[in-house]
DNA sequence: CGAATTTATATCGCGCACGATATAAATAAG
DNA sequence: CTTATTTATATCGTGCGCGATATAAATTCG
């Protein structure tokens, strides 16, 4: 293997890592999310379900999927099962029968207080400060986007 | 609601972002390694085992669990898979039983070549260079590592 | 209008990922 | 040496997450 070679694999290496250090922190994050969730009986997923209710309810299950980039094989178990705990209400929407609007019942509203504290827990655990934190989020929607769209 | 609450919503809904754009950008990242990885048989965290084995051969589960932050309970099925596939073999380490010692067959050796060029098409994907790369992965190994250590 | 196509959600199978627990080997303690 | 504890892996149950497919409603096209 002459220089060039080595170099260039090199470069691969680093990269190979930049997506297990994603992997991994989402890992991670999940792991500091996990203890703070269990309180009001949410998974991470779910989490970002109701945050993106809180923010606007009444939206179906194509409107989350778009927001949190996820199909209706991931959403609707997941939509029945924040129902089955009565945080949310499913129903047809009455003008377009396909689709199915899920909005918040009181008991959903009411965790968002619950959830407030859970932001700051995240942002202290991360020892990061807000530019950090920031730029940080920019480069990885950055990286994100980019990757997906390849097609 | 004062001005002070509402700039500390603000940075808790950024810091909140940051958390959703990494754990997006796993699921984005996944959606890149999906075709290359199809076309030699592996999933992505398959794919991780192999390049650990690729670079250090015969690793203990527990090695391999503490590299790639995953637990047996993760891991053994996913080596058993590998094992079914033929690329790894699996055998008690005969010095202390308790211990199973991963190591690479011919046919997983054989996988590397046909692996090589994975890594320059994910960074090609990315639309990064590798200065942007390497600062990025600092980063968020740094958030991963302290996410980490909170007990 | 009526058939073909598109759109929105749901179902199914498979592979993670982890907490809780089990099992068995190795080590420590008495 | 025997018992207790620790260590290493495996098993089980639950919840994602997605590709492939199904179903039914809405829209388009002839």
Redesign the pocket.
């Known amino acids: 293997m002459n220089a060039m070679n080595k170099a260039a694999k090199e470069k691969l290496k680093i990269e190979n890592l930049l997506c297990f250090s994603i ?1 991994s922190a989402t ?1 991670a994050m ?2 500091v999310y ?1 203890p703070l969730l269990k309180k009001i009986g949410l ?1 991470y ?2 989490y970002l379900v109701m945050v993106a209710l809180w923010n606007e309810d009444e939206q ?3 409107q989350l ?1 778009d927001l949190l ?11 029945k ?1 924040l129902e089955t705990r009565s945080h949310v209400k ?1 129903q047809r929407d009455p ?6 609007i899920v909005s918040l019942t009181q008991s959903g509203r009411s965790l968002q207080t619950k959830a407030d504290d859970i932001p700051s827990c995240i942002l202290n655990a991360s020892k990061f400060n807000i530019d950090q934190v920031i730029k940080l989020h920019e480069q990885i929607i950055e990286l994100r986007d980019n990757l997906l769209t390849i097609g």
């Open positions: 992997y890992h999940n792991q996990k998974t997923p779910q179906t299950v194509g999927g980039i996820l199909e209706s094989s991931t959403l609707t178990p997941l939509l099962r499913r003008i377009d029968e396909r689709k199915v």
